[in-house]
């Protein structure tokens, strides 16, 4: 079976953005690979992240992930640094990666320009991090975003080098991996073409049906269709995008008609996508605030995912210490 490994920002929670354009073809691939999940708390050093939410981020994101149906039995999900093994090639690569190619990242650049008093080291090599993370599991497929298609170059080409610097094949090259080139995009509410933390629109799976209904009743809209079988303006568009996305293919035909004939009340499609959001959510709601609950089974799961992340990475890196010239750890 390939594998393939996806790092998990431990920031935040999870809204119907991330659910829908990611964590759910998260559930179907781990049917079809060996999927490993890590929750990439090394990586959010780079913020400087206060010590009492270290630990507590990671068991939140690490709830919703189990509620949404990663299977841990099936894809282990790992805490990043439980995994030393990584480290050691993290420092490997570094010492085969230039400042130029990393000053270049666009990523970097963006950060630097954020956070100008705390332009790290860590920040800088942030792509050798993230090698180092895919290639000590040797897979050939990551799922990325558009974001970190520069740093899986970056994954690519220290994989590329390793190998020709010592003359081996030990590394696969990385592959952008888009496993359901169908995902959705679930825009927002508010009348901006995403949701999104930074667009601040979110509807989150730990939202209680007040709460979305309220978010879904203040959705933006216009002053209702003009004329028949017209065009949807983006506004209404989206609301429609929704009612795709949460409602059956009847509902939405019947809004639909409804907007072709000019006699569709917003107030009704925005209560029946209110309803339908609330069905979807309230079972994942339910799971989360049970796995939040038992933080006995959340470490378990963590120290499994862990010990079988170690075993694949300290596979990798028993080879690596060989071909560099080092003696057996
Ligand atoms: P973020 O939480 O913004 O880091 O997003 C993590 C991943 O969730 C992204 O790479 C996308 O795959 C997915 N995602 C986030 N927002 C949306 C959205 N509005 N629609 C679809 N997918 C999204």
């Not at 049917?31 to 959010?44: N, T």
């Not at 050691?88 to 990393?102: D, H, I, K, P, V």
């Not at 667009?199 to 989150?204: S, V």
């Not at 060989?322 to 057996?328: D, E, K, P, S, V």
Request: charged share 30%.
């Amino acid at each position: 079976m390939e594998k393939v490994v996806s790092g998990i920002r431990p920031t935040g929670n999870l809204h119907l953005g991330n659910y829908f354009g990611a964590v759910k073809s998260f559930v179907q691939m781990q049917e079809v690979y060996k999927c490993l999940f890590f929750i990439a708390d090394w990586h959010s050093l780079t913020t400087r992240p206060k010590p009492e939410d270290i630990q507590a981020s990671s068991r939140t994101i690490m709830a919703e992930y189990l509620a949404c149906g990663i299977d841990p039995h099936k894809a282990p999900i790992y805490v990043q640094s439980d995994v030393k093994e990584t480290l050691e090639l993290y420092l490997y690569l570094n010492m085969n990666t230039y400042l130029g190619e990393l000053e270049r990242v666009t990523t970097f650049k963006e950060k630097a320009r954020k956070q100008p008093d705390n332009v790290n080291a860590g920040l800088l090599t942030y792509p050798t991090l993230m090698a180092a993370d895919i290639l000590q599991h040797r897979v050939n497929k990551v799922p990325v975003g558009k974001d970190q298609e520069q740093n899986m170059e970056m994954a690519r080409r220290c994989a590329r080098r390793f190998n020709n610097i010592y003359g081996v094949e030990l590394f696969p090259e990385p592959q952008n991996f888009y496993f359901n080139s169908q995902a959705l995009k679930v825009p927002g509410l508010d009348g901006s073409g995403k949701m999104g933390k930074s667009e601040g629109n979110c509807i989150y799976l730990r939202d209680d049906d007040k709460t979305i209904s309220k978010k879904v009743m203040k959705a933006v809209t216009d002053l209702g269709p003009q004329a028949m079988n017209s065009e949807k303006p983006e506004v209404i568009e989206n609301l429609f995008t929704f009612l795709k996305i949460v409602s059956s293919e009847e509902t939405y035909k019947y809004f639909d008609e409804k907007w072709n004939n000019c006699t569709l009340r917003y107030g009704d499609l925005k209560k029946q996508i209110a309803e339908d959001v609330c069905k979807t959510v309230a079972p994942i709601r339910e799971k989360i605030l049970e796995y939040s609950a038992n933080t006995e089974l959340l470490d378990k799961i963590a120290k499994e995912g862990a010990e079988e992340a170690r075993e694949s990475a300290s596979a990798t890196l028993k080879e690596v210490r060989r071909i560099i010239g080092f003696r057996a750890f």
